[in-house]
């Protein structure tokens, strides 16, 4: 038999061996969380170093650029630094900005070079008064630059594809702008070279083409001399290693000095239509949009022909009043590889710069409608917008929801009642902001605008009537309407359309009458109406 000594010494032997594995276990346990601690911290090292060394590269870049700009903006100066030259150019005669032609071949693309076409011109100053802006206002061309392939820009400057689109200077030795216009006092035909050029894309999906501003900059004191004047301003782009290069003229519309106390004095309402294709040739469709948003309050309707059957075209020939325009969409490329949706960010951003005078200006497509949910039939738009504060916003976005032709078999044409009437079938979902939005929007504080968003505001700002008191900036703002109130009734084909959880089809859908209440005012236009 163990005497009691014996135990008790097994006893304290068992519990200090018991002791010494608990500590060689919390050791071990140490150890590893000091490796698994360890690895973090090399882990995190390294994306540290990762971060910052990106971040310096960044900056190094980003001051790579701005020297180089620097450096191209000094050659500007001294090439010309400005100098406003006489010259004899035979063949030109001067004309007054009414004499401008009208009509549906004005105006047209123009080739400059490979890489370069260009639409439209637009004298902007807005900005004239803004305080930030000691010098120069531009003079913005809208027209395509074809880009390098992003291979070869990767392989020569990998981070300069992050700032592909910031506006970025133009080699004088490349290309160069000129400005022409009538002296008011002599009649004499002036030249003006050796100004800066600049190109800013606002394209949103790059191809080999891309939707692109070529701002041409001139003098403050230049700027408001053209402002006065009544005759027609051009502006051409020349390829500087070309002599003799032809002029390639585009007429320079003026937008005006910003002033905010003018806002509220105008009720215009426009809309801005991506460009037609196809070939369009659904009357019904077309007459169904005027009528609608004619009795919402739209006085001006702005279309892009890119593909008008002739029976179309015949249609709007007839009804040319000063609400409609037509304007022709001959693009250097028909091609959707090349270019991205047939270059509708340029159309869209011509049509918000030749409505800088409205208002309120909508951006829709033709299968679009800005539908109402309250009020009753006399309830328009219009009405809605100036009874509120919306003016105190600066964009308006409008939240979409699908109206499917699969979910309306009798999506037809009755008598005297258009197809958005026989269909009451709607996808539940009302799609979240941003994202296939269309938008309202006060032209004047706009600087680009992308297919369902502003993209850029207009940065001014501007000295109070009392010069004893500061500057008062503008505050630019998006207000989202709520779906009790305003919805974008789509109406289209739905099968190709998807969500990453499932098709569109198969979403759950709802009956939504709320379009009917108009159906007794949206009638089909006649030919003497707009």
């Given at each position: 038999?163990?005497?009691?000594?014996?135990?008790?010494?097994?006893?304290?032997?068992?519990?200090?061996l018991?002791?010494?594995?608990?500590?060689?276990?919390?050791?071990r346990?140490?150890?590893?969380?000091?490796q698994?601690?360890g690895?973090?911290?090399?882990i995190?090292?390294?994306?540290v170093?990762?971060?910052?060394t990106?971040?310096?590269?960044?900056?190094?870049?980003?001051?790579?650029?701005?020297?180089?700009?620097?450096?191209?903006?000094?050659?500007?100066?001294?090439?010309?630094?400005h100098?406003?030259?006489?010259s004899?150019?035979?063949?030109r005669?001067?004309?007054?900005r009414?004499?401008?032609p009208?009509?549906?071949?004005?105006?047209i693309?123009?080739?400059?070079?490979?890489?370069?076409?260009?639409?439209?011109?637009?004298?902007?100053l807005?900005?004239?008064?803004n305080?930030?802006?000691?010098n120069?206002?531009?003079?913005?061309?809208?027209?395509?630059?074809?880009?390098?392939?992003?291979?070869?820009?990767?392989q020569?400057?990998?981070l300069?594809?992050?700032y592909?689109?910031?506006?970025?200077?133009?080699?004088?030795?490349e290309?160069?702008?000129?400005?022409f216009?009538?002296?008011?006092?002599?009649q004499?035909?002036?030249?003006?070279?050796?100004?800066?050029?600049t190109?800013?894309?606002?394209e949103?999906?790059?191809?080999?083409?891309?939707g692109?501003?070529?701002?041409?900059?001139?003098?403050?004191?230049?700027?408001?001399?053209l402002?006065?004047?009544?005759n027609?301003?051009?502006?051409g782009?020349?390829?500087t290693s070309?002599?003799?290069?032809?002029?390639k003229?585009?007429?320079?519309?003026?937008?005006?000095?910003?002033?905010?106390?003018?806002l509220?004095?105008?009720?215009?309402?426009?809309?801005?239509?991506?460009?037609?294709?196809?070939p369009?040739?659904?009357?019904?469709?077309?007459?169904q949009?005027l009528?609608?948003?004619?009795?919402m309050?739209?006085t001006?309707f702005?279309?892009?022909?890119?593909g008008?059957?002739p029976r179309?075209?015949?249609?709007?020939n007839?009804k040319?009043t000063?609400?409609?325009?037509?304007?022709k969409?001959n693009?250097?490329?028909?091609?959707?590889?090349?270019l991205?949706?047939?270059?509708?960010?340029?159309?869209?951003?011509?049509?918000?710069?030749r409505n800088?005078?409205?208002?309120?200006?909508?951006?829709v497509?033709?299968d679009?409608?800005m539908?109402l949910?309250?009020?009753?039939?006399?309830?328009t738009?219009?009405s809605?917008?100036?009874?509120s504060?919306?003016?105190?916003?600066?964009?308006?976005?409008v939240?979409n929801?699908?109206?499917?032709?699969?979910?309306?078999?009798?999506?037809?044409t009755?008598?005297n009642?258009f197809?958005?009437?026989?269909?009451?079938?709607r996808?539940?979902r009302?799609w979240?902001?941003?994202i296939?939005?269309?938008?309202?929007?006060?032209?004047?504080?706009?600087?680009?605008?992308?297919?369902?968003?502003?993209?850029?505001?207009l940065?001014?700002?501007?000295?109070?009537?009392?010069?004893?008191?500061?500057?008062?900036?503008?505050?630019?703002?998006?207000?989202?309407?709520?779906?009790?109130i305003l919805?974008?009734?789509?109406?289209?084909e739905?099968?190709?359309?998807?969500?990453?959880k499932h098709?569109?089809?198969?979403?759950?859908?709802?009956v939504d009458k709320?379009i009917?209440?108009?159906?007794?005012k949206?009638k089909?236009?006649?030919?003497?109406?707009?």
């Amino acid at each position: 038999m163990n005497s009691p000594v014996l135990e008790e010494m097994k006893r304290k032997d068992t519990l200090f061996l018991e002791s010494i594995m608990r500590t060689v276990s919390v050791m071990r346990h140490r150890k590893y969380l000091l490796q698994r601690n360890g690895i973090r911290v090399k882990i995190l090292f390294f994306v540290v170093i990762f971060v910052l060394t990106f971040l310096l590269l960044s900056v190094l870049m980003n001051s790579t650029l701005i020297s180089n700009e620097l450096k191209l903006i000094t050659n500007c100066k001294n090439v010309s630094n400005h100098l406003i030259e006489n010259s004899s150019i035979s063949g030109r005669k001067a004309r007054g900005r009414d004499d401008k032609p009208i009509g549906n071949d004005f105006p047209i693309w123009t080739r400059i070079s490979e890489t370069i076409y260009t639409y439209s011109a637009f004298l902007d100053l807005r900005s004239i008064g803004n305080q930030k802006i000691e010098n120069d206002i531009p003079i913005r061309i809208i027209g395509l630059w074809k880009l390098p392939s992003k291979r070869k820009i990767l392989q020569g400057q990998p981070l300069l594809w992050h700032y592909i689109k910031n506006e970025i200077i133009i080699n004088p030795e490349e290309y160069t702008c000129k400005v022409f216009y009538v002296f008011e006092d002599t009649q004499e035909l002036i030249q003006v070279n050796g100004l800066r050029l600049t190109h800013q894309i606002f394209e949103e999906g790059l191809k080999i083409y891309a939707g692109t501003f070529f701002n041409c900059y001139i003098n403050k004191t230049f700027a408001k001399l053209l402002q006065k004047s009544t005759n027609e301003i051009n502006i051409g782009i020349y390829p500087t290693s070309i002599e003799n290069y032809p002029d390639k003229l585009s007429p320079v519309s003026i937008i005006p000095d910003l002033k905010l106390k003018n806002l509220s004095k105008n009720s215009s309402f426009g809309a801005c239509i991506r460009p037609l294709f196809g070939p369009m040739n659904d009357l019904v469709q077309l007459n169904q949009f005027l009528s609608f948003y004619t009795t919402m309050g739209v006085t001006e309707f702005n279309f892009y022909d890119f593909g008008l059957s002739p029976r179309v075209r015949k249609y709007l020939n007839e009804k040319i009043t000063p609400g409609i325009f037509i304007r022709k969409w001959n693009l250097p490329t028909g091609n959707w590889n090349e270019l991205w949706d047939y270059g509708s960010l340029a159309a869209l951003n011509d049509c918000l710069y030749r409505n800088m005078d409205k208002t309120w200006l909508i951006i829709v497509d033709i299968d679009e409608f800005m539908v109402l949910q309250n009020g009753n039939e006399n309830t328009t738009l219009i009405s809605l917008l100036q009874k509120s504060n919306y003016n105190n916003y600066s964009q308006l976005l409008v939240r979409n929801t699908f109206f499917c032709k699969e979910f309306c078999n009798n999506f037809s044409t009755k008598s005297n009642q258009f197809p958005i009437f026989s269909c009451i079938t709607r996808t539940k979902r009302i799609w979240n902001v941003n994202i296939r939005t269309k938008f309202i929007l006060q032209p004047l504080h706009i600087l680009q605008i992308g297919h369902h968003t502003v993209t850029k505001f207009l940065d001014i700002s501007f000295p109070r009537e009392n010069q004893l008191l500061p500057v008062r900036q503008v505050r630019f703002k998006t207000y989202v309407f709520p779906e009790q109130i305003l919805i974008l009734n789509h109406y289209r084909e739905c099968t190709s359309i998807s969500t990453r959880k499932h098709p569109i089809l198969d979403r759950s859908i709802k009956v939504d009458k709320s379009i009917l209440k108009f159906m007794t005012k949206v009638k089909p236009l006649s030919s003497s109406k707009v």
